[in-house]
C-alpha cells in the first residue's frame, strides 16, 4: 500500500503527540557542544547505539530552539514500511500544511530510508538546517561519505557517562570533594557499576529490557541491514564476545570457536565482516594492538569492548573475576567520550590504554580492582614503565576502585611518576572532555 498524505499526517501528530520526555531527565554533556553545533550551517548527525539518548537530546534540542521544531519525523514507526525515496517531498509537503513553511528538519533514524542522503542533500542545498539520528556508522562511511561530504558535523553519542549518573548529586563543576560528597560519589559508583549507562534501564532496571534491546541491535541493524544468512553463527560469535569483553580475540579464534560442533563458517574473512558490521552498530569496539608497524598492528590480536558494561554482563557468561573487566570497560568508553584514539600495549610486559592524539601519545593507563596484592603492584607497575619508556613520558597513570596515591621510581637514572586514582574520581574530572 503507498503512503499517502493522509498517513503521513496521523503519523507526524501522532509523533509529536507522543510523551517520550523521561520522568527524570539527566543533563548530558554533549548538549552543550550540539548547541554550539546548532549555530552552524552543517548537518548535524547524532550517532551511536541505539536506546542511548540520541532521540532525547533531539528532543531537547527541538525545546532549546523554541520556534523552528515542528519538522520532527521518526522513521522507525512501522506504519512506514512502504516509504521510499519519492516520499520525502510528500513528507515536506504534509509538513508545510501543518506547521507553515519552517527552514529545519530533525529526522530520527533516517538511515532506515533508502537513498535518504539525496532529499538532506537538497534540503541543505536549499538553505535548511538539519539534524539526523542513526544507530549505524554506515550512516557516515557509505550515505553520509558519498553525497554529502563536507556539508555535515557528526557527534557520536555513547550511553550515560558516570560524571552524567552522578551530577544530581555533586555539581559537575566541583573538583575537589568533601568527606560526604566523596561517600556520595563511591554510592553512585557502585549504583553505577551495577546499572551501567542505557537511559530506560537506569530508571527501570528490567533486565528484559537489554536483552529487548540486543534483539532489535542483532536483527535490525545487523542481520536484516546486511542481509546476515547465517545469524546462528553470529548469535554465538556475540556471545562469545560478550563473556570475553576486554580480552584479546583473533579472527582464527572466533572462527574455531564458531566451528567447534562442526563446520559453520568457512572463512576467517566472514568473521572479519562480521566484527566490522557488530562494530558499525556500536555495540561494541575492537581496539588495535600499537606498533610502529601498521602491518603488524593490523596482524596482531584486538581487544574486544562493549557500548555498555551491563549489557556486556547481559549477553555474555560471567565468572567472579569478571570486575576487572568490567573496569577496564568502563575506562575505555570513557577515553572514547572524550575523543581519543586507544590502543593497548604489549611487548614483554602489557599496558591496558595507549592514549593517543594524531600522532601523540597523550598518557598510558593501567586498570585493576586493587594494588594491594604485591605481584599484582609489580605486574602493572611493570607494565606502565615499560610502555612510558616506549613512549618517552615520565608520568603515567593507574585506575582503582579505591586507591589514591603518588608513587616515583627511579630506574636506571630515570624518574617515573605513577599516579594512581580511583575510578570514580577519574570519570568525575571533566578536564580533558572533548563532548
Known sequence: MPISADLLKRIILDQHAEHNWPKVY?????????????????????????RCGKSVLLENTRRIRGSENDYYFNFE?????????EDFELLHQT??????????FYLDEVQNIPAWELFVRRLYNSGYKIYLTGSNANLFSEELGTRLTGRYISLDIYPISFAEFSQYYVS???RDFSTIEIGTLKERYSKYLELGGIP???????????????ESILYRDIIARYKIGNPDALKKLLFYLASNCSKEVTLSKLLGMINNNGTIIKSSSTISDYCGYIE?????FFVNRYDDNLKAQQQA????????????????????EDGGRMLENIVFLELKRRGYDVFYYKNVKECDFVIRTGIHTQQVIQVCIELYDPSTKEREISGLIEAMGKFSLSDGLIITENEEYVETLEIKKRKYNIVVMPIWKWLRNRSNFSG
Open 172 to 174: 559537575l563543576e566541583r
Open 95 to 104: 509538513f508545510i500544511s501543518l506547521y507553515g513553511i519552517q527552514k529545519t
Open 301 to 320: 590480536p584486538r581487544k574486544v569492548y562493549f557500548a555498555d558494561h551491563v549489557l556486556a554482563k547481559t549477553l555474555g557468561f560471567r565468572t567472579s
Open 200 to 214: 530506560a534501564y537506569i530508571r527501570n532496571q528490567d533486565i528484559e529490557y537489554l536483552r529487548s534491546l540486543y
Open 280 to 284: 558499525k552498530s556500536f555495540l561494541c
Open 77 to 85: 514507526d512501522e506504519r512506514l514500511v512502504n516509504f521510499g525515496t
Open 26 to 50: 539527566i543533563d548530558r554533556t554533549a548538549q552543550e557542544k550540539l548547541n554550539k553545533l546548532g549555530q552552524n550551517d552543517e548537518i548535524i548527525v547524532l550517532s551511536g547505539i541505539r
